[in-house]
């Protein structure tokens, strides 16, 4: 994924893990990543049952661009997922992927942002349980597994299902890459 550039959408209370893990997983597989948010400066992550450590914001959503993105990744957190399904430029920014078909991986609290973008009516998913009847009521299929691909959505429930989400999310982000590559070299070959 050398020369790509994925964001992660989050908020102060972000589930530690479900930030830096993924965020290492995307630079491992040669990714660039950038950290947006409502605000610039730092946010304050959420670790178990305490404040966690900060991460600094590369762009807030102001100045945060979808097009700008090959993906995007969705951390989880009670309050980070709860601050962000209540920001219209977030809910936005998050449409804005499914609408152009970009890869979306969210986890745990995260599915919250996708009923609020209008993304979950006709996909099979996965969450923390306690988002299961939110999410079937807005037409999603929930289930109970450690992740779940459906087109070009990864979900997983929790921190303990990491290794399996980050596999699904950069296995999925790398597949639609080279897809939007076949793609240009299709359309590159189609011109006289």
């Known amino acids: 994924m050398h020369g790509k550039t994925f964001a992660i959408l989050a908020a102060d209370g972000f589930e530690q893990s479900e930030l830096m893990e993924p965020k290492r997983a995307l630079l491992a597989a040669g990714a660039a990543v950038e950290i947006v948010a409502p605000h610039l400066g730092a946010l304050r992550g959420w670790r178990r049952h305490e404040w966690g450590d900060e991460v600094q914001v590369d762009l807030d959503l102001q100045a945060a661009s979808p097009s700008r993105y090959d993906g995007l990744v969705l951390p989880g957190g009670v309050l980070n997922a709860d601050t962000l399904r209540t920001e219209p430029r977030a809910v936005s920014f998050v449409k804005d992927f499914?609408?152009?078909?970009?890869?979306?991986?969210?986890?745990?609290?995260?599915?919250?942002?996708?009923?609020?973008?209008?993304?979950?009516?006709?996909?099979?998913?996965?969450?923390?349980?306690?988002?299961?009847?939110?999410?079937?009521?807005?037409?999603?299929?929930w289930v109970d597994e450690a992740v779940v691909v459906d087109g070009t959505l990864v979900t997983s429930r929790k921190p303990a299902d990491l290794p399996a989400f980050n596999e699904a999310m950069t296995g999925l982000f790398a597949q639609h890459q080279r897809r939007a590559q076949a793609r240009t070299v299709i359309a590159a070959g189609d011109v006289p």
């Open 98 to 141: 499914f609408a152009n078909g970009k890869p979306v991986a969210a986890i745990c609290h995260a599915p919250w942002l996708l009923i609020e973008a209008d993304a979950v009516d006709g996909r099979r998913l996965t969450s923390w349980p306690s988002l299961k009847t939110d999410l079937r009521n807005a037409g999603g299929e």
